[in-house]
């Protein structure tokens, strides 16, 4: 009894300091700035949606403008190395060929890959391929930088999957792609949540990538237009934490709402 009440209160006392610095961020964008120039914490609290509406429509750094460029490069870089991945998971995990281990090793070793390491490398082919400066190169860029982990993820999934079920619908005379995708596709629903708002939320809170290659500031996404809030001759920290608390919401939703897949899936791809 003893020891879950100190486990409890640990925990509490862990969420609590981990929701502290959330607690700053909800206070100074909803305050004056002049409140909370001493402190978050300080009285006197007078609430308002100054700083909120002020990140929205900022004349230089519109982060309406940011958020649909997110969006929009969020979904297609999560829609599509979640199927491509899906593919090459089955393929991996349930076909037997030649150069299959040199393979998984060479995805492994991508694993490994800083990113500064393909600054240059990427700048230079998405300039040749003409994709420099548009949002269709920065999903293509993201879409090929999350496929090694969405793979190595969704063939540990598939393996966990009976193979009784493939040969029953061989037997029912599917071929390979057709048990796939009437068979294996759904099974794999819940693991496909779990890359999927992993990788969208990698994608979402992206600077990197992005600061490489979008220039033009109406194609620009929300994570590039937070330091244009910093303001010419002093920081407003109201409107810049105001862009943050904007800038996180959209994956605490989405997270929120595909909890529970995330977690039957993370389960699943651990058990075997």
Not at 12 to 25: E, R, S, T, Y
Not at 45 to 51: Q, R, V
Not at 110 to 139: D, K
Request: proline letters at 6%; zero cysteines; hydrophobic letters at 55%.
């Amino acid at each position: 009894m003893r020891k879950n009440i100190g486990a409890k209160t640990i925990a509490i006392l862990a969420a609590l300091i981990w929701a502290i610095p959330f607690v700053g961020i909800v206070m100074t964008a909803l305050r004056p700035s002049q409140e909370v120039l001493y402190g978050w914490w300080k009285p006197p609290f007078h609430f308002s949606f100054k700083n909120l509406v002020g990140a929205w429509t900022h004349p230089t750094a519109s982060l309406s403008v940011g958020l649909r460029n997110s969006v929009q490069v969020a979904i297609g870089a999560t829609l599509l190395p979640t199927f491509v991945a899906s593919l090459m998971a089955y393929g991996l995990g349930r076909l037997r060929f030649r150069g299959r281990g040199p393979l998984l090793m060479l995805i492994g070793l991508l694993l490994a890959l800083p990113q500064q390491m393909i600054a240059w490398p990427l700048f230079r082919e998405m300039y040749a391929m003409g994709l420099l400066n548009s949002l269709t190169g920065l999903v293509l860029a993201h879409s090929a930088w999350g496929l090694p982990w969405m793979v190595f993820f969704l063939r540990g999934y598939i393996e966990t999957l009976p193979v009784e079920l493939e040969e029953a619908a061989r037997i029912d005379g599917a071929g390979r792609f057709k048990t796939f995708l009437y068979v294996i596709f759904p099974l794999m629903l819940p693991a496909l949540a779990s890359v999927m708002v992993l990788q969208f939320t990698w994608v979402w809170n992206d600077f990197f990538m992005a600061l490489i290659l979008i220039f033009d500031p109406n194609k620009m996404v929300i994570t590039q237009q937070i330091p244009l809030l910093r303001g010419q001759y002093h920081v407003d920290w109201g409107l810049l934490s105001a862009g943050a608390l904007i800038t996180m919401s959209v994956p605490l939703l989405v997270f929120v709402f595909l909890q529970r897949y995330f977690v039957r899936g993370l389960i699943g791809g651990a058990v075997k």
